[in-house]
């Protein structure tokens, strides 16, 4: 019953279960081609990353941050120490977030290699999408480093304006990912843009 109270195991128990299910489409005969596969797979990807990076991002701007506001500098503490749950959410959020991405390039290049031309939708869902990865790497986890304390010798008042610009970053990401979720759908639905 480990997969039942370890979230290690339960993680495998579903990749294995996919796999099995893969598997047996696979030996059924009524599976896809290779490239199929390949290009099924990336976009199963694309969603389960995609899925824990905008999950988090909703959690984090909606949950966890006006929560913060009111907690004292001892309970923050508290929560920002080794193997915390803000530290796993930060973990979780920007691998999410980079997988996302790489799954989406290898998407995009798919589809440009296999002589489809992707619509404006998706190309302007991806670059929201890249906008809001670069905010992930480059602006949000260097501040929360420091905030969090991973990296040390940032003083109150420095992680007071890197929490600014960390949140502003994160509700930048909130805004677009309203309309990047909205050209995903659209792209292979609707197409707004052709």
């Known amino acids: 019953m480990g997969i039942f109270t370890n979230h290690k195991l339960a993680l495998i128990a579903g990749f294995v279960l996919a796999a099995v299910i893969v598997g047996i489409g696979m030996a059924s005969g009524n599976g896809p081609a290779i490239n199929e596969l390949v290009g099924g797979l990336a ?33 923050k503490a508290d929560l920002f120490k080794t193997d915390s749950v803000v530290r796993r959410v930060m973990w979780w959020f920007r691998w999410g977030a980079m997988f996302t991405l790489i799954f989406g390039i290898i998407l995009y290049m798919g589809m440009m290699h296999g002589g489809m031309t992707p619509g404006w939708d998706i190309r302007i869902g991806g670059l929201f999408a890249i906008i809001m990865w670069f905010n992930v790497w480059f602006i949000i ?25 960390a949140l502003i ?26």
């Open 169 to 194: 970053a994160s509700r930048t990401n909130t805004i677009l990912s309203i309309p990047m979720l909205l050209l995903m759908a659209s792209s292979a639905h609707f197409r707004f843009f052709g």
């Open 43 to 75: 976009r199963w990807g694309h969603f389960l990353a995609g899925i824990t990076w905008i999950g988090l991002l909703y959690y984090l701007n909606f949950c966890q941050v006006p929560s913060m506001g009111g907690l004292s500098a001892d309970t």
């Open 141 to 165: 986890w260097p501040a929360q480093k420091k905030i969090l304390g991973i990296v040390e010798g940032a003083t109150a008042d420095e992680k007071l304006a890197l929490g600014k610009r």
